[in-house]
């Protein structure tokens, strides 16, 4: 087992940058997709970060100090898992024996999904974004609101297509996605040591697509560094589902673990998990990506039961 240890950066431009991360964070916290203009969990931008923390990220473009998991790398048949110090976020909710997070981490694994289906569940997601998308380079689908981007917008899917839905997924798309949604459960559940069956599924849980066209509004600029226990006070556990690979299907988009002494990075591979405490001690972004097209699903996670959400169903 790895150990990542973090130190604190000293000197007043840290710490402006951790104040405008944190506060564009809280600003974004609230239900995702209200009105369907709301926030886009992980996709969208912290629109108050500023010039500082621009420059500190591009900064660090050319300062990844690790390749945690390569593209090319099988983990299996145990996830690869790197601890790292909790954050004090937790402390500001209430806790949940057995499930809020005692240890603090990242874990990657290649076991929990096959290749196979996880280009079913691309299709899915291609043919569900087919149907509408953003002008930039972000699109979302929610299968368990129904959110899906429509140029500069959003509209419930559901609604907007009516019976053209049951042209596109099958019960058998919803049931690979359930499956696959309680295997990532189990697998965080096993690594991080918690009961599942004190996990709730929450959202915001969708489908990704990012290409290298420019952003039209703020919902494109996903590459903005934030904390997802700041932005959505109900995450507990993050997880990143891959439906495309890393250097063939795209260049650029991946993964960064933004640490003070360092970046550390994922390579997305087709099929791969990718789990993380959901505290600043994951402070982390996306890169731009710069050709071709990146699939995937975020999952998350909850121990409070008040924020839990169900597995979607055909209407």
Not at 172 to 179: I, V
Not at 192 to 206: A, N, Q, V
Not at 286 to 315: L, N, Q
Request: charged share 25%; hydrophobic share 35%; glycine share 8%.
């Amino acid at each position: 087992m790895a150990q990542v240890r973090i130190r604190k950066t000293k000197g007043s431009n840290a710490t402006e940058i951790e104040k405008k991360i944190k506060r564009g964070n809280a600003l974004r916290q609230g239900s995702p997709w209200r009105g369907y203009r709301g926030v886009m969990a992980l996709l969208i931008a912290l629109t108050v970060c500023g010039v500082a923390v621009w420059l500190y990220v591009t900064s660090l473009d050319s300062d990844i100090t690790e390749t945690l998991v390569s593209q090319a790398e099988l983990v299996s048949p145990h996830p690869r898992f790197y601890t790292v110090q909790c954050s004090e976020d937790y402390d500001n909710y209430k806790r949940y024996p057995g499930c809020t997070p005692q240890i603090c981490g990242r874990a990657v694994t290649d076991r929990v999904v096959t290749r196979e289906e996880a280009q079913v569940l691309r299709r899915l997601a291609e043919r569900g974004l087919a149907l509408a998308g953003s002008e930039g380079g972000a699109s979302i689908l929610d299968l368990h609101s129904g959110a899906l981007s429509m140029g500069k917008q959003f509209v419930n899917v559901y609604r907007y297509f009516g019976d053209e839905i049951q042209n596109l997924f099958t019960q058998e798309d919803f049931q690979l996605y359930r499956d696959v949604r309680e295997r990532i459960q189990a697998v965080i559940a096993e690594t991080f040591g918690l009961d599942p069956t004190l996990m709730y599924l929450t959202k915001p849980t969708f489908f990704s697509r990012i290409n290298s066209t420019a952003p039209k509004t703020q919902h494109d600029e996903y590459w903005h560094p934030h904390i997802d226990k700041v932005t959505y006070g109900s995450f507990d556990y993050t997880s990143l589902l891959y439906l495309s690979d890393y250097g063939s299907d795209f260049i650029g988009g991946r993964f960064v673990f933004m640490d003070q002494n360092g970046n550390r990075t994922v390579e997305p591979r087709a099929g791969r998990v990718s789990f993380f405490s959901s505290g600043s001690e994951n402070l982390h972004r996306v890169e731009k990506v710069t050709w071709g097209t990146r699939y995937a699903i975020t999952v998350s996670f909850t121990c409070d039961p008040a924020h839990a959400i169900s597995d979607p169903t055909m209407p």
